[in-house]
């Protein structure tokens, strides 16, 4: 595992651009793509060097990590349309070749497993970025998730759904359940690129960095894994030995 301090986020989104450029730029790749804030900067980047120096996104299909539970996709708040604005919609990446888990489907059992197959179909992630939760969770394999586990409904713990009131109108709208891609299906991505900013994920990142690896930390499963890159501002790095 490499862990990177810088002292500015947009360092880290360079970083974080950089791992990606390289992936995209050695053939049609798989990208593994996190929502939330932690990887905007680093998706305003990548756009960036679209625009102005011609990355191409044209031969890459892209899976998400997960997705609210009776979010439409239409919605704002849903994962899908999260993406596009942030990232798909400023570059050349074919709409139709991302995908995320369905939602809304009728059979959410099912739609987990049939997302766990498309990702191997696809020969798994090249790159995947993510984030951290402050309770230590990546994707959404909250505290407890078995370190194994593959594509599956878990329920947010009241501190995500805290966490993630801001992209709501009120908390009650916060949704108690998701569908996000297990952390044997992370794990199998060829390179983990974990991107954490802001005081707020310091004692996560130790945990997940310098802690035993343990199902209570989720993110600790990063260190059984052959290819990581942790990249931290200051503030992240803050409760590292
Ligand atoms: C989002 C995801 C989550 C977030 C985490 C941090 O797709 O999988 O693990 O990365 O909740 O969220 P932010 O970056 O908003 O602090």
Same mark, same amino acid.
């Given at each position: 595992m490499e862990v990177v301090i810088s002292s500015s986020a947009e360092q880290v989104d360079r970083l974080a651009a950089d791992i990606v450029e390289h992936v995209v730029q050695s053939g049609p790749a798989v990208l593994g793509l996190a929502t939330g804030s932690s990887p905007v900067g680093t998706y305003r980047e990548l756009s960036r060097r679209h625009r102005?120096? =011609?990355?191409?996104?044209?031969?890459c299909r892209a899976f998400l990590l997960d997705e609210y539970i009776g979010v439409p996709r239409a919605a704002e708040q849903s994962y899908f349309a999260f993406i596009r604005d942030n990232f798909v919609d400023h570059v050349d990446l074919d709409g139709a070749a991302v995908y995320s888990p369905d =939602?809304?489907?009728?059979d959410i059992a099912r739609e987990a497993q049939r997302y766990d197959a498309a990702i191997a179909e696809a020969g798994g992630a090249d790159v995947q970025i993510l984030g951290i939760g402050t309770d230590g969770h990546i994707g959404f394999n909250e505290p407890g998730s078995s370190l194994r586990s593959r594509t599956r409904v878990k329920t947010l713990t009241e501190q995500t759904r805290a966490d993630n009131a801001r992209f709501f109108d009120s908390p009650d709208e916060v949704p108690h359940h998701v569908l996000t891609q297990g952390l044997g299906t992370i794990g199998e991505a060829r390179h983990l690129v974990l991107i954490a900013t802001g005081e707020s994920k310091a004692d996560a990142v130790a945990a997940a960095v310098e =802690?035993?690896?343990s199902a209570f930390c989720p993110a600790s499963v990063i260190q059984w894994h052959p290819h990581v890159s942790v990249l931290l501002d200051d503030a992240a790095a803050s409760a590292l030995a």
């Open positions: 102005e120096n =011609g990355l191409s996104f044209a031969q =939602g809304e489907a009728d =802690g035993p690896l």
